[in-house]
Nanobody, 125 residues
Framework: QVQVVESGGGLVQPGGSLRLSCAVS????????IGWFRQAPGKEREGVSCISKRDGSKYYADAVKGRFTISRDNAKSTVYLQMNSLKPEDTAVYYCATRTAPVPCSSWLYRIDYWGQGTQVTVSS
């Protein structure tokens, strides 16, 4: 049974940092595309960042480039999202999302096989 479990959300002041973690089980993470979507109140869910070993690609939404960094530890079946210089507009529920196929991030953006339950990130003073 596949499980996707996020952690690390919380309340942070503008300019602060948070690190989200996503632990997966039930399949081998090694070559699969995995990353993060987010959904703010009243807005559509959007892809934030992805990492794929399939073609070595990483994806970052324009809004987070230069501030967020995605990484993975295959031995721990865990992916991380380091979020720096956080802004109020980063406030959202962040969802870990994974494919169970070795596809590039360009495909991950349009099809997700498993979602986590979401973790709230609030950026406010």
């Amino acid at each position: 049974q596949v499980q996707v479990v996020e952690s690390g959300g919380g309340l942070v002041q503008p300019g602060g940092s948070l690190r989200l973690s996503c632990a997966v089980s039930g399949f081998t993470l090694d070559y699969h595309a995995i990353g993060w979507f987010r959904q703010a109140p009243g807005k559509e869910r959007e892809g934030v960042s992805c990492i794929s070993k399939r073609d070595g690609s990483k994806y970052y939404a324009d809004a987070v480039k230069g501030r967020f960094t995605i990484s993975r530890d295959n031995a721990k079946s865990t992916v991380y999202l380091q979020m720096n210089s956080l802004k109020p507009e980063d406030t959202a529920v962040y969802y870990c999302a994974t494919r169970t196929a070795p596809v590039p991030c360009s495909s991950w953006l349009y099809r997700i096989d498993y979602w986590g339950q979401g973790t709230q990130v609030t950026v406010s003073s």
